[in-house]
């Protein structure tokens, strides 16, 4: 009942604080107007503003939330404006629909309007504004995804999550999510931004809650260039004292390139092809990472690509390989016995263009004949999927092919236990979750050269991506049992130290600062 009593008084005070900002506004404007600015209302308006705006944060501050705390309450100011600001938009938005859609009477319109936006203030200034403590050795994350969605990115996030709560470092994760609501979990917080949202409202409100999270953290840790990096650039451009930490799980710029058409290169051929120099995303890339205090990436590839082309220090930039799953094959006595009753090929990832799964199912077919009884297993959703079945429908062997939705992350294992062959295809491959999580089971996999693995693959098991008949022939020979499997447990566990998560957050406790 207390605290019931108190959600109301607070709630009551909030009120309050508004009606009279309100009534300051009001009066300043007409002062200034009528006897110090000559009439000018447009400059009385803003001086106006100006005050009432800072009457009320010190009013809410102070009496409505009892925020006591002085550190970083210049960082509250600001977020206080962005929230004002972002109501306000909010405001004139709901006011244009009422009236131009739904009909109603202006003034009711304005009332309904000022209902809805003032409960949004609220639980902005509530949750992201006030009563939040400053962490000194703290990370807010800004994330593109994070579980339930599906993804490599999200799957590390979670983890170094995970890992960051049992060494008691608070964490705040900002995502964007087809979720609609924000979680609580064990030792850190998750907010989510509908990413159902029209762009340009969608970033504003990523940018306000990122900004409102980062206030509380000495440390912004954003998970790529554009969708994240940059809205927390311009946090830290507001917030200059917060450090600034970029991971880059793969390049976007030439993913872009690879998915409209526009080039079938790797990645390290299309920069030397030079043809990148003018497209936004490079400029835009360039000047995140120029600000940021330090760049993480996880294969030497891509940090050779940003020092030569981005121009990036190479101090800056730091190589971290993703490590192995938990699955520890060291402790398994024998994998080279273990042998699948029905012979499958695996993919499971996106399906997108750089993964080139139709060069694995077209792969397949050719040596089909030389390979079967055999079945490829695709397991994955994305954009190319329909080109895929086209492909598919139109062989002889469509029989041999199946396409399945993504799985839990529990099932899929199972998968790749039964598989005989675990292929990525991929143009170029900075560090795939899916291999690493295909070896630590004992797995053979075929994967590019191209690629950033944490474990160093035999000639054997890699292809050159320009090269499909290699491709095909390497695939024929480790079905037909050309290569020893047994052999898989003695490369994931040669140097495993440098390829667990321990080692991993004994980096990033440095980096990070924690």
């Known amino acids: 009942m207390a605290s019931i009593f108190t959600t109301h008084k607070l709630v009551v005070k909030y009120i309050t604080t508004g009606v009279l900002s309100a009534l300051i506004d009001f009066v300043l404007l007409y002062v200034f107007t009528e006897y110090l600015f000559n009439h000018r209302y447009i400059l009385s308006a803003v001086f106006a503003f100006t005050v009432s705006l800072s009457v009320a944060f010190i009013i809410q501050k102070y009496w409505t939330f009892g925020d006591y705390s002085e550190h970083n309450i210049h960082g509250q100011l600001f977020s206080y404006l962005l929230t004002v600001i972002f109501i306000l938009l909010l405001n004139l938005l709901i006011l244009f629909l009422l009236v131009q859609y739904v009909h109603l009477y202006y003034l009711f319109a304005q009332l309904l309007a000022i209902c809805v936006t003032g409960t949004v203030g609220f639980v902005i200034n509530v949750r992201n504004v006030f009563h939040k403590p400053y962490y000194p050795s703290g990370v807010v994350v800004a994330a593109g995804i994070f579980p339930p969605d599906v993804g490599g990115p999200a799957s590390h996030i979670y983890r170094l999550a995970e890992e960051m709560a049992k060494l008691n470092v608070r964490t705040t994760i900002v995502t964007y999510s087809h979720l609609r609501h924000d979680t609580i979990e064990g030792g850190y917080d998750v907010i989510r931004v509908n990413a159902n949202l029209p762009l340009p409202i ?302 991993l957050m004994s980096r990033y406790k440095k980096i990070l600062n924690f």
């Open 202 to 503: 969608r970033g504003i409100v990523y940018l306000i809650l990122l900004f409102t999270s980062a206030v509380n953290y000495p440390v912004i840790f954003a998970q790529d260039i554009t969708s994240t990096g940059l809205p927390a650039l311009i946090v830290k451009r507001f917030l200059p004292q917060k450090k600034l930490i970029i991971r880059i799980g793969g390049d976007l710029l030439w993913e872009r390139y690879v998915e409209s058409g526009r080039t079938k290169l790797s990645v390290a051929d299309f920069y030397r092809a030079g043809n990148y120099k003018r497209d936004l995303i490079f400029r835009l890339g360039k000047t995140v990472m120029c600000y940021a205090d330090k760049i993480i990436v996880p294969a030497d590839f891509l940090k050779d690509i940003y020092v030569r082309y981005y121009k990036v220090s190479e101090e800056k930039i730091v190589v971290l390989k993703n490590p192995l799953p938990d699955i520890n094959l060291c402790d398994i006595v024998s994998t080279s016995a273990e042998r699948p009753s029905e012979r499958i090929i695996l993919f499971a990832g996106r399906f997108i263009k750089f993964k080139n799964v139709s060069g694995l199912i077209n792969s397949f077919i050719s040596i089909y004949d030389e390979i079967k009884p055999v079945k490829l297993l695709l397991i994955g959703e994305g954009p190319e999927r329909d080109s895929y079945l086209e492909i598919i429908n139109k062989s002889p062997v469509a029989s041999s092919i199946e396409i399945i939705p993504t799985l839990p992350h529990e099932e899929l294992l199972g998968k790749i236990k039964k598989a005989s062959l675990c292929v990525c295809a991929s143009w170029t491959e900075p560090n795939s979750n899916f291999i690493l999580e295909s070896l630590s089971l004992g797995r053979p996999v075929l994967l590019t050269r191209s690629n950033g693995l944490s474990v160093n693959l035999p000639e054997e098991l890699l292809f050159s991506y320009d090269n499909q008949k290699e491709f095909a022939d390497k695939m024929k020979y480790i079905l037909v049992g050309g290569y020893d499997a047994s052999q898989i447990k003695k490369l994931v566990c040669s140097g495993t130290e440098k390829l667990s998560w321990e080692y």
